[in-house]
């Protein structure tokens, strides 16, 4: 049901009152007109939701695929906290607003996956503002950059790296990503990641929002700018 998938911060709007005669009256119109840009934002923003499901699932599997006969216990702790994470992610889907601690957290269990994966090849460094962690914020808008830092940024070295992650609060929420791979190439395109998290941040914020990337051969760097108050139009 198409109310059910787009989360609780966006029910039906209540029915419009029947207009008597066929013509609806100027204030009508614009409350219909209300309603249907907030209908189509709520399901836009469920679509790019939906679309962000952790691609770590493949990785998680293989990764249980590879230790499964060469170290048990490993493979067990994986799988373990694959359940975790996958329990989170559809509660966290089903979910229009949470908390910049609860993305963390979630986070947190993400990245203990990729550590059985990548094992002292990856380290990851934490710096997070305590006024910033009571800020609301929309699921899985750290995951992606993190995700991104692992698979193009320190993926792309066989020593692995480093991933910095940054979260500042005040008149607006700041978070960064910063990894120690090679950089954006000079013709840099965002892919399904942060192209669906620009759309949902421009969906839900407007131009108030931004997803900002640079950096050079010693790394990359997205930052993302979050303005108090998600619109619901």
């Known amino acids: 049901h198409a109310d059910a998938a787009v989360g609780p911060a966006f ?41 962000m499901s952790p691609h770590f699932l493949f990785n998680a599997l293989n990764t249980v695929a590879s230790l499964v006969r060469s170290d048990p216990p490993a493979a067990e702790r994986v799988v373990e906290n694959l359940s975790d994470v996958l329990r989170q992610t559809l509660r966290r889907s089903a979910a229009s607003m949470g908390t910049v601690d609860e993305e963390i957290a979630y986070v947190r269990n993400y990245l203990t996956l990729e550590q059985e994966r990548w094992g002292k090849r990856l380290v990851v460094e934490w710096d997070v503002d305590d006024r910033a962690r009571s800020w609301p914020l929309p699921p899985l808008m750290l995951q992606p950059l993190v995700e991104n830092a692992l698979t193009h940024g320190i993926g792309a070295r066989l020593a692995g790296g480093t991933v910095r992650i940054t979260v500042r609060g005040g008149d607006a929420l700041i978070i960064q990503v910063e990894d120690s791979g090679p950089g954006f190439p000079a013709r840099w395109q965002p892919g399904t990641g942060l192209g669906n998290l620009r759309e949902r941040l421009q969906t839900l914020y407007g131009e108030r929002a931004r997803l900002e990337v640079d950096g050079d051969s010693r790394g990359a760097r997205v930052t993302v700018t979050v303005p108090p108050g998600a619109r619901q139009e």
């Open 11 to 51: 029910r039906r709007l209540p029915s419009l009152p029947a207009p008597k005669g066929n013509a609806m009256t100027a204030p009508q119109e614009q409350f219909a007109e209300a309603v249907r840009r907030s209908q189509a934002a709520a399901a836009h923003v469920s679509v790019l939701q939906a679309r």
